[in-house]
């Protein structure tokens, strides 16, 4: 069994018990007690649970992710790993030659750049991150937004960066987001200033899309930014079980949460 399907189902027992032992997931799992130590391991850092003695809760939902308890871009790169991998190879589909897009801040993005490797696009990005990524045989044109840095985030905002959004005209751009509601539709940022660059890009995009691994289905942020209705396409990698799915979802796995 793959990680990430591991990590999915350990999530599952969680919502419908609020607390599972390591002993019940060794023996549901059927693997070893450090592999589970790991999967939790790992779910903590996402804030996603709690580890206590003997097992792990989950985190209380109504607790909102805010920049104070929001990780570091460094950290989050391996995290869904694959859930990533799998939303960006749909997102590249809709790429094509000669389109100007925005692309978002966040590790989600980075499963782009091979696939855009020797592709002729101009690219717009304020992801600092993602630009350390790129190989230097990169075809595209590149543009990097100013403004206020924030080193935690590799990204920068500000009223500088606003400006200089306003001087683009994009084809496209590929969003991420801190946490997705499906209720509401509201999608949401953990910071006003990284939720007010969003929506001035949502503004000067013919097309938008939005790009998110099944946590943030899970997550609340402290401010809203968009509706899913704004979005071209929702790219995911799973959907929740019982659900139906909304017609501008991409769903890129056919076993649903």
């Not at 999967?39 to 003997?54: K, M, P, S, T």
């Not at 943030?216 to 071209?232: D, E």
Request: glycine share 6%; proline share 2%; hydrophobic share 40%.
């Amino acid at each position: 069994m793959l990680t990430e399907e591991r990590l999915i189902r350990i999530m599952d027992q969680l919502r419908e018990k609020s607390f599972v032992s390591i002993k019940d997931l060794m023996e549901t799992l059927d693997v070893s007690r450090s592999s589970i130590m790991r999967d939790l391991q790992e779910l903590e850092e996402q804030h996603l649970i709690r580890r206590v003695r003997g097992g792990a809760s989950i985190v209380d939902t109504s607790t909102l992710l805010t920049r104070y308890n929001e990780p570091a871009v460094m950290f989050k790169e391996d995290t869904y790993k694959e859930a990533k991998k799998m939303i960006c190879q749909n997102a590249l589909k809709v790429i094509k030659d000669g389109d100007c897009i925005f692309v978002d801040s966040g590790t989600t993005p980075l499963g782009l750049i091979e696939g855009l490797r020797y592709r002729d696009i101009e690219m717009v990005t304020s992801n600092t991150y993602l630009l350390q990524k790129l190989p230097l045989d990169f075809k595209g044109q590149i543009y990097l937004l100013g403004g206020e840095f924030s080193k935690k985030y590799d990204t920068s905002y500000g009223s500088m960066t606003l400006d200089l959004i306003e001087h683009f005209h994009f084809d496209a751009c590929f969003m991420t987001a801190n946490g997705v509601d499906l209720e509401s539709q509201e999608v949401m940022a953990f910071d006003l200033n990284v939720a007010g660059i969003k929506k001035a890009v949502l503004k000067r995009s013919e097309k938008a899309y939005l790009m998110a691994d099944h946590s943030k289905l899970y997550t609340k942020g402290f401010c809203t930014w968009a509706n899913l209705s704004q979005f071209t396409n929702i790219f995911l990698d799973t959907f929740p079980q019982g659900k139906p799915v909304p017609q501008n979802f991409v769903v890129s796995e056919e076993n649903n949460l």
